[in-house]
C-alpha cells in the first residue's frame, strides 16, 4: 500500500514538472524578431521579480567588425531587444533613447531601426509598428548625438520590441556590454567579434558569474589598393604624375569570436549608502591593447 501510494506521488510529481518544463520551453524558445506569443502577453508579473514594473524578456547584442574595401575597418553593433511592461510604472521603458558620438566628420549612424508594440486584444495578438511621428532626434554636445524613440499603442501588459544597428567609425570604443539592469532579465545573448589585428583586454564588471565561450573561426577579406606602375600621365606641359594602378587581393585572418549566454538576471536595486550604483552593475568592458596588421609591428 505504501509502495502504491509513493509511486502515485512521484508520478504525480513527474507528470508536474514536466508540465512546468513544458511550458517554460514554449514561452522562453522563440526570440525571432516578431514571434511574441500568447504566453508572453498573459504574463502577469516576473518570475524573477514579481515586484518588477517591467522585464526584458529577452536582450541580444553582437559587436564586430566590418571591412569595406578602399575605406578601412568600421566597428557594427546590432541589437534585438523584447521587453514586457507589467503595469503603469514600467511605462517608461516604451521610450528608449540612443546616444551617437561624432568627431568633427566622423559621426556614428543609427541604421536599420524596426519596433513594434504588441498587445492581447479578444485573445489575438495586435502588433502596432513604429511610425515616423515616434522618433525624434537631438543634439546633447558637440560630441554626442541622440536619438530616441516612443513606443505607440502601450497598456498594461504589452510587449515592446525593436532592433536596430549602429555603425561606427571609432573602431578602438566599444560600448560596455551591460547585463544587469533597474529591471529583471530573462535572456541575453552577446557576442563580440574582433579580427586576429585587433586584441582587446576584456574587464568583468559586478558580482554575476560570466562565464564567457571563446571561439576562432577563419575567414577572408577583399581588398583593393593603388599601387603606382611607373611613367606619367599627361598633364600639362613640363609636368607629369606617377601612374598607378589598381591591384585586388584576398587575405585570410583569424577571427575570435566571444560569447555569453546568461537567464535569470535579478534587477540591480538601490541600496542605503551606495553612491554610484553603476559600478555594482554587472557587465563587461573591452579596451584595445594593441593592434597589428600583417608585415607590421605592435601598435
Same mark, same amino acid.
Given at each position: 500500500m505504501t509502495i502504491d501510494?509513493?509511486?502515485?506521488s512521484n508520478k504525480k510529481? $513527474?507528470?508536474l514538472i514536466s508540465l512546468i518544463f513544458i511550458s517554460t520551453f514554449l514561452v522562453a524558445q522563440n526570440t525571432d524578431y516578431g514571434k511574441v506569443s500568447k504566453e508572453e502577453l498573459l504574463q502577469d508579473f516576473n518570475s524573477i521579480d514579481s515586484t518588477a514594473s517591467a522585464a526584458y524578456l529577452y536582450k541580444y547584442r553582437k559587436t564586430y567588425f566590418n571591412y569595406v574595401s578602399g575605406v578601412g575597418f #568600421? *566597428?557594427?553593433?546590432?541589437?534585438? %531587444?523584447?521587453?514586457?511592461i507589467y503595469n503603469k510604472e514600467g511605462f517608461e521603458y516604451a521610450t528608449q533613447k540612443i546616444r551617437l558620438y561624432k568627431d568633427g566628420n566622423?559621426?556614428?549612424? *543609427?541604421?536599420? *531601426?524596426?519596433?513594434?508594440?504588441y498587445n492581447l486584444i479578444d485573445d489575438k495578438i495586435e502588433e502596432t509598428p513604429l511610425k515616423k511621428d515616434g522618433k525624434f532626434k537631438n543634439e546633447i554636445s !558637440?560630441?554626442?548625438? %541622440?536619438?530616441?524613440?516612443?513606443?505607440?499603442?502601450?497598456?498594461?501588459? #504589452?510587449? @515592446? !520590441? $525593436?532592433? $536596430?544597428? @549602429?555603425?561606427?567609425?571609432? @573602431? $578602438?570604443?566599444?560600448? %560596455?556590454f551591460i547585463f544587469q539592469h533597474d529591471i529583471p532579465v530573462n535572456k541575453i545573448e552577446a557576442f563580440f567579434e574582433t579580427p586576429e589585428y585587433f586584441v582587446f583586454r576584456m574587464n568583468v564588471k559586478g558580482f554575476l558569474n560570466v562565464m564567457p565561450k571563446r571561439e576562432q573561426f577563419n575567414k577572408s577579406l577583399d581588398y583593393t589598393q593603388r599601387v603606382a606602375s611607373g611613367g606619367t600621365t599627361n598633364a600639362g606641359a613640363g609636368q607629369g604624375l606617377g601612374r598607378t594602378t589598381q591591384v585586388r587581393g584576398n587575405v585570410k585572418y583569424v577571427s575570435n569570436v566571444i560569447s555569453f549566454d546568461l537567464n535569470n538576471i535579478e534587477p540591480l536595486k538601490e541600496e542605503p549608502f551606495v553612491n554610484e550604483l553603476s559600478n555594482y552593475r554587472s557587465g563587461v568592458k573591452y579596451e584595445l591593447s594593441y593592434t597589428q596588421f600583417p608585415n607590421s609591428s605592435k601598435e
Open positions: 501510494n509513493n509511486f502515485k510529481n $513527474y507528470i #568600421s *566597428l557594427i553593433t546590432d541589437v534585438h %531587444e523584447r521587453i514586457k566622423e559621426i556614428e549612424d *543609427l541604421n536599420k *531601426l524596426k519596433a513594434k508594440t !558637440e560630441n554626442i548625438n %541622440e536619438e530616441s524613440f516612443t513606443m505607440p499603442n502601450i497598456k498594461e501588459g #504589452s510587449i @515592446i !520590441e $525593436y532592433k $536596430y544597428s @549602429i555603425t561606427s567609425p571609432f @573602431i $578602438y570604443n566599444v560600448d %560596455e
